[in-house]
């Protein structure tokens, strides 16, 4: 198996403080952050570079240090318009993750012979007892869900950020680590509020760009291209 980078094993650390702190709060420094991790500030500086260029940290001039950006305004928009109509065809793969109750249906979307993203999802194995054994690759995931083991799915609010490839998801796409991707996630309940899955779609964004229409009405409509 292929070995993580040390700077992206501390990226995902820095997310982590990242999710606990508010909009605008200093950052702890590199050595302070090298010594807690246990890692150089080499390393920390490469992983922190990455956050700044998604915008997820504010490095500030001279001695103001970093600091947590501020999350972005989300904006509704139509997932089956953005994800659904780019590929002409997905290469799926599900996997039971070792040790975990969790199944993992991840596709490879690709656009005539070239892959521009990667869907994944995560469920719990034993709320989908033989799911890994089981899942038609050629009927959608939800659909399959909801006629196998009757799932009534609720109302679905993804949210969209930028991110830039990790080393599996480059891999997968054919590109360059760290390159600028469009990120999509959501977490989907039932309709009695139960947590049901988790997934996330990245997309090229160089084959993929969202584009925004201000017609004569009051309604703004958000739509995706290739």
């Known amino acids: 198996m ?8 501390a990226k995902t650390r820095l997310l982590d403080l990242l999710a606990e702190l508010p909009d605008n709060t200093p950052f702890q420094p590199e050595r302070e952050l090298a010594e807690l991790f246990g890692m150089s500030r080499t390393t920390i ?3 922190l570079d990455e956050l700044v260029l998604e915008g ?3 490095r500030r001039v001279g001695r103001q240090g970093t600091t947590v950006a ?4 989300l904006h509704r928009v139509s997932l089956d318009a953005l994800v659904g109509d780019l590929a002409t065809r997905e290469s799926v793969v599900v996997r039971t993750l070792g040790g975990q109750d969790v199944v993992n249906v991840e596709s490879v979307l690709v656009r005539g012979d070239e892959p521009i993203g ?13 799911l ?11 659909r399959f869900l909801a006629g196998r083991y009757g799932v ?8 969209c950020t930028t991110a830039l490839a990790t080393p599996r998801v480059a891999g997968l796409l054919g590109v360059r680590p760290a390159t600028p991707l469009l990120s999509i996630a959501w977490l989907a309940h039932d309709v009695h509020g139960r947590a ?6 990245v997309l090229r964004s160089d084959r993929a760009q969202l584009t925004m229409h201000l017609p004569r009405t009051d309604h703004v409509v958000r739509e995706s291209t290739a």
Not at 70 to 73: D, E, N
Not at 118 to 130: C, I, M, N, W
Not at 132 to 142: I, K, M, N, S, W
């Open 2 to 9: 292929p070995v993580t980078p040390r700077y992206y094993q």
């Open 132 to 142: 890994a054994e089981t899942y038609d690759h050629d009927v959608p995931l939800r």
């Open 118 to 130: 990667v869907r994944s999802t995560y469920l719990r194995a034993s709320q989908f007892p033989g």
């Open 45 to 47: 500086r490469k992983a």
């Open 152 to 159: 009534r799915f609720g109302d679905l609010h993804p949210w």
């Open 70 to 73: 501020p999350r972005g305004q």
């Open 56 to 58: 997820k940290l504010i």
């Open 196 to 201: 049901v899955e988790r997934s996330w779609v």
